[in-house]
Nanobody, 127 residues
Framework: QVQLVESGGGVVQAGGSLRLSCAASGGTFSPYSMGWFRQAPGKAREFVAAISRSANTYYADSVKGRFTISRDNAKNTVYLQMNSLKPEDTASYYC?????????????????????WGQGTQVTVSS
């Protein structure tokens, strides 16, 4: 059983930056592709970014060029650097883990394919 704990959320003005962290425990980190999703009030949870086991990265069009996902397997941690934040980025951000095995290269942008979720961290961008 993998536990994911996010941190780093907060309130920031438009144009500012935040760095989210997600610490994993309870299992081996490396066989998982990791990701970030977000959910605004009244909306469905949506894909933000993913990083494969081999550190290939993928982004939603809405954040491409502004957000950067990375992972540190030695620290069992995945990060989301968010720059040039906009009010529409306001949401709860959730870390995700999708088991792909020791040789897998896939990743997922679908919520129904995620194996583990964190509890979420709130990001609020004021205009």
């Amino acid at each position: 059983q993998v536990q994911l704990v996010e941190s780093g959320g907060g309130v920031v003005q438009a144009g500012g930056s935040l760095r989210l962290s997600c610490a994993a425990s309870g299992g081996t980190f490396s066989p998982y592709s990791m990701g970030w999703f977000r959910q605004a009030p009244g909306k469905a949870r949506e894909f933000v970014a993913a990083i494969s086991r081999s550190a290939n990265t993928y982004y939603a069009d809405s954040v491409k060029g502004r957000f950067t996902i990375s992972r540190d397997n030695a620290k069992n941690t995945v990060y989301l650097q968010m720059n040039s934040l906009k009010p529409e980025d306001t949401a709860s951000y959730y870390c995700s883990a999708d088991y792909v095995g020791p040789y897998g290269s896939t990743w997922s942008s679908r919520t129904d394919e995620i194996d583990y979720w964190g509890q979420g961290t709130q990001v609020t961008v004021s205009s």
